[in-house]
């Protein structure tokens, strides 16, 4: 899908320096514009830049070729500290601080013309695998709900950079829901069964989720509106029963049982005609977070 971004012309912060040659004729030598120099000559990412100094990812920002970084601007960075209640910088650990930029940051150099709604694997990682960006594309680009694509290819010699209005802090699994429409309605059974504060702890956990046209299929078979019609009591081991332990990607799935986090019950996997849980298929799978990993289901699964 294209997208229709503002464009902005490339800065030029090509600096030409001068040698002398033997014959006294001076022969110029251009610097390149990686994406640090330019971010820099932009004049409104000193934090950013700061950021990914303290951080150690200053000089990689320099030097990988073909990278694409989402660049909050300094307000964008001011705005998160006085939200985090911080008075700087180093009020966050360095690690934290590596992983928060590294989400900032895809692998591959992606213009605005090849932008399109899904989710991206980051450089940033949880249990050795990518943290997944959701991107909606369209006249205003945003990232996981509620961050805007502000400026769109400013053009570095080594990748991309789109400027953003916020400070993209990477997901939990319980973020993930909140951040994709097409999982509202499980977002509102998991609120109703008191069960966010537990899906956003450390975890690991393994989701099985289902869409909000599952939910509205098992709604049709019970012969109710929706969550409403459900109580806290009803919903916790069904949800629950959505969840296993650990961070389980895709390639690690196995035929047979696994328990839930609902006692006594556990899934049936069935690998051999695409991934089906149960009676479900996934439909799309390893969508990581930071406590968790998220594979999409198109039914809603039943102790």
């Not at 916020?166 to 069964?193: D, G, S």
């Amino acid at each position: 899908m294209k997208t229709k971004f503002r464009f902005i012309p490339v800065l030029l912060i090509a600096t030409t320096l001068f040698t002398a040659c033997s014959d006294e004729e001076e022969a110029p030598v251009i610097v390149s514009n990686n994406i640090v120099e330019v971010a820099d000559e932009a004049g409104n990412f000193s934090i950013l830049l700061e950021a990914a100094q303290k951080a150690g990812l200053a000089n990689f920002l320099a030097t990988e070729d073909d990278l694409t970084v989402f660049a909050p601007t300094d307000a964008a960075f001011t705005a998160l500290l006085s939200e985090l209640g911080l008075s700087s910088l180093d009020d966050i650990p360095v690690a934290d601080l590596a992983q928060i930029l590294s989400y900032h940051v895809i692998g591959t150099e992606v213009m605005s013309a090849d932008v399109s709604t899904g989710y991206v694997p980051t450089l940033a990682s949880f249990d050795g695998s990518s943290i997944s960006m959701y991107v909606v594309a369209g006249d205003d680009v945003t990232i996981n709900g509620d961050v805007s694509v502000t400026t769109a290819d400013v053009e570095a010699d080594n990748g991309v950079i789109h400027v953003v209005d916020k400070v993209i802090l990477p997901p939990t699994v319980v973020n993930i829901a909140l951040a994709n429409e097409n999982f509202t309605t499980l977002v509102q059974a998991v609120v109703k069964a008191g069960l966010v504060d537990a899906l956003s702890s450390a975890g690991p956990f393994t989701i099985f989720a289902p869409t909000n046209d599952a939910f509205d299929a098992l709604f049709d078979q019970l012969g109710i509106s929706g969550v409403d019609d459900l109580t806290a009591e009803q919903l916790v081991p069904i949800l629950t029963y959505h969840v296993v332990p650990g961070n389980i990607v895709s390639n690690e799935l196995a035929n047979g049982e696994v328990s839930t986090l609902n006692e006594g019950s556990s899934l049936t996997v069935d690998l051999t005609g695409g991934v089906m849980i149960n009676e479900s298929k996934v439909i799309a799978a390893n969508i990581q977070g930071t406590n968790g990993v998220i594979h999409v289901i198109d039914q809603v699964l039943l102790p």
